[in-house]
């Protein structure tokens, strides 16, 4: 993403980059000596409360592991994704099911190298529409379906305990 920002073809959105948990220290340094060079760009390091920053942003540019991906949609805002491969393809596989949806948008790591592919896609991503609009009714009514069946459940027990007692008498 850097690397889109550093070419500066076409006016791009002002980014707060939050490095990952993990990432070793060299790497932390490096990223944040080029964003240093750039007028919108901010680097910070992981925060486990990164919600608020989420709320506030215009769009959102992850990995799309299982929590990112969960705040996306509980945030509801435009997302690229841009999904790692090794060690594992989970990320691909969720990423490519989440875009075949129409939840976000998705850049093989395969075309990440490309800048003017990552230029192209952050530019057009303030304007993509959130998961909401991708026309999946409950998408976020995960609570409410499960007290939901669960409430018809227990109603479905008490009426057949009921019925047994009844025939017992």
Known sequence: MLKAYEARERPLFPAIV???PFMPADAQAALRARAEALRDVHVIRFTPVIERLMGQATAIVGMGGYNTFCEI???DKPTLLVPRVIPR???AIRAAKAEAAGLVTCLPIDAYPDVDVMIDAL???PERPPPSEAGHKDLLCGLDLI???TEAIL???RH???AALSLVR
């Open 123 to 125: 530019a057009e991503l």
């Open 73 to 75: 949609l509980s945030f």
């Open 89 to 91: 393809r989970e990320q």
């Open 18 to 20: 939050v490095l990952g």
């Open 147 to 149: 007290n939901a069946r």
């Open 155 to 157: 109603k479905s027990s």
């Open 160 to 162: 057949a305990a009921s």
